[in-house]
Every structure is written in C-alpha cells, then in structure tokens.
C-alpha cells in the first residue's frame, strides 16, 4: 500500500537542524511520505542565522502547483513562509485539505524571519483557513499582540474552523511541560509531558509541527495526533540530549535508534 503523503513549505537550514531538513526526516521517520516547497535558502548553523535568500513568490507557486497536480496530499506543513504574499499564496492554495501552521517568525537564535507584515497576513488569511496553529509562547504572544497566559492566548487565538497548540513553556517543577490545546467551541485543555533538560533543541518546533502533519495524515483525531507528535518530540530530545553537534544550541535529534 502506499504511504500518505504530507507536504512542508518551508526555508531551508544549511546546519540541519530545522526547516525542510527537519520536516522530511519527521515525515520519513513516521512513515510519511514527503514532498517540499522551499520558500527561502537561508545560511545558518547552531549559532544563528547569516543570511536569507527568498525564492520568488512566482516559483513557490509553481512548486505547489507541481505538488498538488501529481501527488495526493493528505496534509500540509507551514513553517518560514518569509514574506506576506507567501502566506497569501498558501492560505488559497492550502485551505481545503488538512493545514498545520508553524508561525516561523523569530528563530531559536533570534533571527527575525518575518516582519509586520507577516505577522499581520498569518492573522487575515493563513490562520482562519488552518487546521491547527502550532506557535510557541513567544509566537502566540506576537500573533495576539499582547502578553498573557499559554491557556488565555491558546483560546483568544482559535477561530471557528482552527485550533491553537501554544506548545512548551519552561518546564514545571515536576519535570514536565504543558502544551494548550484550544478547540474550536472547546475550553482550552492541557496536554502534559516530560521536559527534557537539553540544550539541544534547535529544530523542535519545526519537528512537532511536521510530527503532528505526519500523524493527521495518517488519520489520527487531532487530540490523539497532538500527544503522538510530543511523545515522539520527547523521545527524539531524549536521544540528542548529550550530542556535542556546534557551537551553538544544537539539533535535535532525527536519527533512528541503533541496535
């Protein structure tokens, strides 16, 4: 039988940590089978990002058209979009099948990598189409546009068709992390699991998101989707936990487990 198929649009990381890089080994890992749209080539490593070359809005057009034409998608992956009109783009060609937006706008490193405008675009067209939104604290916060709590964001950002995951936060005293789940017409309800002390996280994000794509293409409900994508987050942090890849805040892990 063939594999479903998920789809990432999203930038390139040249050190292999996050972006399409991330997303394809995350769907292979899961059984998927992935195909990609590259938004931007960026140059960056463990330490951050040194520069950022977007591909014309036109070619990113083309490769979704490429994809969607030959391949049966079962469903989609947003990560750095990079620009207003890309997140245009994908919110009309993407919104009929199942969506997760990842909205990439500052790096682990602290790079900016959407503006404004973007911000602004993600909110007017890509997250009313989505099937879920999957922002960190951090991102959920400049999305809102104020402060707040992971429960009172999780839920002011949900819509009549999207869902919110306001993913990680700092970890509890218990070892744990809480994730948000907001559903649409549902209170927001807390999806717990390990924390994984590490400094090796760079791609994690972009890792959930792809695990949480991978697991609706299968099928999973979304509830079910989401603590199958933190569990194997989990185990893949667990496995990078002691690595010494870079000068910086390294890669989580996307290798398989030797004998």
């Known amino acids: 039988m063939n594999p479903p198929v998920a789809l990432t649009i999203a930038g390139t990381d040249s050190g292999g940590a996050a972006g399409t890089a991330a997303d394809l080994a995350t769907f292979a890992a899961l059984g998927v089978h992935g195909a990609c749209v590259i938004t931007a080539v960026t140059a960056q490593d463990t330490t951050g990002v040194s520069d950022i070359h977007a591909v014309p809005i036109a070619t990113v057009a083309t490769q979704l058209h490429a994809v969607f034409d030959d391949l049966p998608v079962a469903a989609v992956k947003t990560g750095m979009l990079g620009s207003a009109e890309a997140v245009a783009l994908v919110s009309r060609l993407c919104a009929d099948r199942p969506l997760v937006v990842d909205p990439v706008l500052v790096a682990t490193s602290g790079a900016v990598l959407g503006g404004e405008d973007v911000r602004r675009a993600y909110l007017d067209h890509l997250l009313p189409v989505a099937t879920v939104v999957t922002p960190n604290l951090d ?108 000068r910086g805040r390294g890669p989580i892990a996307h290798t398989k487990e030797t004998a």
């Open 139 to 246: 991102e959920a916060r400049a999305l809102a546009g104020h402060d707040g709590s992971p429960e009172e964001i999780a839920a002011e950002l949900a819509s009549a068709k999207s869902a919110v995951i306001v993913t990680g936060g700092d970890p509890e005293a218990t070892g744990t992390c809480t994730d948000w789940l907001a559903e649409p017409g549902r209170p927001p309800i807390p999806l717990t699991h390990p924390a994984v002390p590490t400094k090796n996280d760079h791609g994690t994000g972009c890792t959930y998101s792809s695990a949480l794509a991978a697991h609706l293409a299968h099928g999973a409900p979304l509830h079910e989707a989401a603590e199958q994508a933190a569990a194997y987050v989990t185990r893949q942090l667990t496995r990078s936990q002691h690595w010494t890849l870079g």
